[in-house]
C-alpha cells in the first residue's frame, strides 16, 4: 500500500488508535446501480485487497447497502454486534459507563489540553498540508519563468496565467485552512458562529 490509502490510515490511526479499527464498517454502496453483480463484486474485492486490506487486517468488516431498508437495518445490527464483541464498551454501556472510552485524538485535546497542532494527527496534517503548499510554489515558480519567456505568444500566456491565478487562489485558500486550524477550538467556534449568521 502506498499513496493516498496509506496516509488515510495512518491519520485513521493517529485520530481514533489502533483499538478502534475493529469497530469499524466499510461499506459499500451503489449495489442497486450495478450493471452486473460480478462487476461489483469484482470493485468490491479491489477495494478489499488494495485500499482497505490494512484496515480489514486490523480488524474492520465490510457489508453491502443496496439502498433499501433491509440493508439498512442489517448494517445497524452489525454495527451493534460489532461493538459489543470489539471488546470496547457498547453504545449503551458507553452512557452508563463512569469511565468512557474516547478515541485518541479526543485524550490528546481533552485530557491532554494539546490543540490540533500539536496532537499526532494535526502534526501529520500539517506536514501533508505545508508538503502540498511547496509543490504548489514550485509550480507557481515555473509557470512564472514560463510566462517571462521571450518566446511565449498570448493565449499560451493566457492559459499559463489562468493556471497560476488557480493555484494561487488555492494556496491562499489553504492558508486560511491552516490559519483556522491553529485557533482554539472556542475561537474556531465563534469565528464560524460570526460568518453563519452575519451575512
Known amino acids: 500500500m502506498a499513496g493516498t490509502p496509506l496516509r488515510n490510515l495512518e491519520l485513521f490511526q493517529k485520530i481514533c488508535g489502533p483499538r478502534w479499527f475493529s469497530r469499524v464498517l466499510l461499506v459499500t454502496t451503489k449495489w442497486d446501480e450495478v450493471e452486473s453483480t460480478e462487476t461489483g463484486e469484482l470493485r468490491e474485492q479491489e477495494l478489499r485487497s488494495d485500499f482497505w486490506k490494512a484496515m480489514i487486517d486490523r480488524g474492520s468488516q465490510t457489508i453491502r447497502h443496496y439502498n433499501d431498508r ?7 445490527k452489525l454495527i ?5 464483541v470489539s471488546g470496547l464498551p457498547t453504545l449503551r454501556e ?76 488555492e494556496s491562499d485558500i489553504a492558508a486560511g ?23
Open 80 to 84: 451493534l454486534e460489532v461493538s459489543e
Open 70 to 76: 433491509d440493508s439498512a437495518w442489517r448494517i445497524l
Open 177 to 199: 485552512d491552516i490559519g483556522s486550524l491553529k485557533l482554539p477550538i472556542a475561537q474556531r467556534f465563534m469565528k464560524s458562529f460570526k460568518a453563519k449568521w452575519s451575512g
Open 94 to 169: 458507553e452512557k452508563t459507563s463512569p469511565q468512557k472510552q474516547v478515541i485518541k485524538l479526543q485524550k490528546e485535546t481533552a485530557d491532554k489540553g494539546k490543540t490540533l497542532p500539536k496532537t499526532d494527527v494535526g502534526y501529520q496534517l500539517y506536514s501533508q498540508m505545508n508538503e502540498l503548499e511547496r509543490k504548489r510554489k514550485g509550480f507557481i515558480e515555473k509557470l512564472d519563468k514560463q510566462m517571462a519567456g521571450a518566446n511565449v505568444d498570448q493565449d499560451y500566456r493566457r492559459i499559463l496565467q489562468d493556471q497560476r491565478n488557480q493555484l494561487q487562489q
